[in-house]
C-alpha cells in the first residue's frame, strides 16, 4: 500500500484500533475480523458510530452470514481471503471516493454511467438518450444503488432505504424490482454489466 502511495496507520488489537482510528480519522479503514481482543463485528459497529470513515471488512470469514453482519454492523464493503493485491486496491479506490463524495462533495446532478444517465434534480432516467419510465420503487431502487455506488449493499439496507421498514417488505421485492430495472437498463438483463447482485447477500452498483 505505501508502495501505491497511501499512508498507512497499523493497529495489533481492536482497543488499540479504536483509538487509532477515533484520533486520526483515516480516510479509509481496513479490518479484519480476526481480533486478538474483541470480535471485529463488533468493533465495525463501534467505529460506525464514532467515524463516517468506509470500513472494508478483511477476513477468511466466507460464510454469507459473516458478510451479512459485517455490513449490517456498518462496514461498506467484505473482500474474503485469499485475494489479489489488485482487487485490493480497486475497492479501496471505490472507498476513498465515496468517503470524499460523502464527506466534502455535494451530490453530482446527473449520473452519469454510460449506457445510462440519472439526473437527480429532475428525476429523470434516459437510456441512449430515450426517457425511461420508472416506477417510484424502482427509481428509490435505482438511486439509492447511486448514492452508493460501488458498494455491497445488503438486502435489509435496501428495503430500509427504499421501502422505509414498512412491515411485511420482503427480500423477494428486490429481486422483482431488480429484474425490472435491469429489463429496462442493461443492454443483456440476463448478463448484467453495472447492476450486480451479490449471492445471498444484496447487490452492488458496480462503476467502472
Known sequence: MEAQGYVLLEAASAAEGEVLTLGQRPNVILLDLGLPDRDGIELARSLREGCPSPIIVISARGQEEDKIQALDAGADD???????????????????????????????????????????ARREVKRSGALVDLTPN?????????????????????????????AGAQPHYLHVYMAQLRQKLEPEPARPRHLITEPSVGYRLRVE
Do not use: C
Open 78 to 120: 467484505y473482500l474474503t481471503k485469499p485475494f489479489s493485491t489488485g482487487e485490493l486496491m480497486a475497492r479501496i479506490r471505490v472507498a476513498l471516493r465515496h468517503g470524499f463524495r460523502d464527506q466534502d462533495a455535494p451530490e453530482e446532478a446527473i449520473f452519469d454511467l454510460g449506457p445510462w444517465q440519472v439526473d437527480l
Open 138 to 166: 424502482e427509481y428509490r431502487l435505482l438511486t439509492t444503488l447511486i448514492r452508493h455506488a460501488g458498494m455491497v449493499l445488503t438486502h435489509r439496507q435496501l428495503l430500509k432505504e427504499v421501502w422505509g421498514g414498512v
